[in-house]
């Protein structure tokens, strides 16, 4: 999805850096780039769109956007080079940050989403916390794109999920720190969303966070694209950051249908 994307272009220069604390910063920059949340993101649409074995996908994406600019965590870069991959008992929030093209292809039926979600999961991220972080994502992302209102999607996430989300986004700011798991990132990532007047600000909120912000920003995009919309001046500054990476810009546009 287009929100995710942006979101990880946007975070991409804040993931490793001092975290800001705040939510005013220049939004696009030089620096910005695509990371491993972009090409996994696309590599799950890849396999939806063209129903493509998911392993292997995903395996062929990663081996061919491989580098330092990825930041692939360190059990998944094993995995990329495996003849034989298998899941790993990974809760890591890679499982939440690539699922969103799972509710955005399966917008008539929030059964097939959950279904499509747990099939592009299970090959890495196969621990409880892991598909639970994915199916969270994808719930709240389907919800937000069938016009449900944020206070509804914050019900139905925390008590499907058993996730918190009754603290604002000011009342995790303080506190939070660098958290790679899904049940430290995923509640927060939505809460982002869930408190925000349009994509932009949804992204602003979760680097403000100062965690792992391009994975925060990648998932709080895709819900916050639900809610507001995409406005087309984003999708065109984002493809700005894409002339290195041509074939996210291809399954990205095939999935839009433009």
Known sequence: MWGAVIGDIVGSRHEFAHPAKTKDFEFWRDDCHVTDDSVLTA???DVLINDRPVAETLQAWCRDHFGVRYSY???F???IFQDSPGPYGSF???AGMRVSP???LNRNSLEAALAASDKVTEVTHDHPEGMKGARATTHAIWMAFAGEEPTEIRKAVAETYDYDLSRSVDEIRPGYEYDETCRRTV???ITCALESSSLEDAI???VSLGGDADTLAAIAGAVAEGLHGMPEEMIGKAKS???DAPRIREVMEKMYGS
Do not use: H, I, K, Q
Request: zero cysteines; aromatic letters at 16%.
């Open 77 to 79: 870069s094993f995995w």
């Open 43 to 45: 590599a799950v649409a």
């Open 92 to 94: 890591g929030n890679g």
């Open 204 to 206: 602003r909120n979760a």
């Open 187 to 189: 509640p927060e990532a």
């Open 241 to 243: 950051y894409l002339d």
């Open 73 to 75: 965590g360190t059990m």
């Open 102 to 104: 799972a509710a955005f």
